[in-house]
């Protein structure tokens, strides 16, 4: 005798059997539970990353999942979208009162509010289960102030003095500084370091050593992992 509940709860039945016996017919009686397994994903409202560099991943972050019912989960498949990966330590099944593991990276590749989710098909209610997940890309930004440089008339075979730019972070990730290098009849020296945060700056110091008479041109450039690179500041 097998009993298939078609809802939860206390579900009863009878098995009446009609045979030659004074007493017929014979009744017996039938009763059982029906019982689901419940998901509850927690943090119930999902992930949040903080900014995260473009095209770098982040740290994992973690999210539980619960079987908050009284049958047993069986989990299909979990999914991911947008910029963000899984891994998880949720097998085929769950049983009531335990509970798995869902880790996520987030791996922006563009700047601003970005978001996704991770999804759950099992056979609990409501499948697929979903828990929402969201981040900010972030990118430095290389900004010259002044924009370029001109110098006034120079003898030739001597070297100007120092005019200075200010080389700013304008963008909200870490600027990395790779090389700062000058070409034509110009040389620099800097401050820069090998990082600058958000809003930091440091300053270029140029100097001017025309080799022959008229116009002259050359350029600052500057290596870094800020979009647009090499940043050129023109002389």
Wanted: glycine share 10%; with cysteine; aromatic share 4%.
């Amino acid at each position: 005798m097998a009993f298939t509940p078609s809802a939860t709860g206390t579900r009863t039945a009878a098995v009446s059997i009609t045979d030659s016996d004074p007493t017929s017919p014979q009744t017996l009686f039938l009763t059982g539970t029906g019982v689901l397994p419940r998901v509850t994903l927690s943090p119930p409202n999902g992930l949040a990353f903080p900014s995260q560099m473009i095209n770098t991943t982040s740290p994992a972050m973690n999210a539980t999942l619960t079987n908050t019912g009284l049958g047993i989960l069986t989990v299909g498949t979990t999914t991911v979208t947008g910029p963000f990966a899984q891994t998880n330590t949720c097998g085929g099944t769950v049983n009531p009162g335990a509970s798995c593991t869902i880790s996520v990276t987030f791996t922006p590749n563009t700047t601003g509010t970005l978001s996704g989710s991770v999804s759950v098909t099992d056979n609990a209610p409501g499948s697929p289960q979903a828990l929402p997940l969201s981040g900010v890309g972030v990118s430095p930004a290389v900004t010259f102030s002044p924009a370029s440089l001109t110098f006034p008339d120079q003898t030739i075979f001597t070297t100007s003095g120092a005019k200075n730019v200010t080389l700013t972070n304008t963008g909200l990730g870490i600027l990395t500084v790779g090389g700062i290098a000058a070409s034509g009849p110009f040389a620099q020296t800097n401050t820069c370091s090998a990082t600058l945060n958000p809003a930091a700056f440091c300053t270029i110091s140029v100097t001017f050593k025309p080799k022959a008479k008229g116009a002259l041109i050359g350029s600052v450039s500057v290596t870094d992992n800020a979009p647009g690179s090499p940043q050129a500041l023109p002389l």
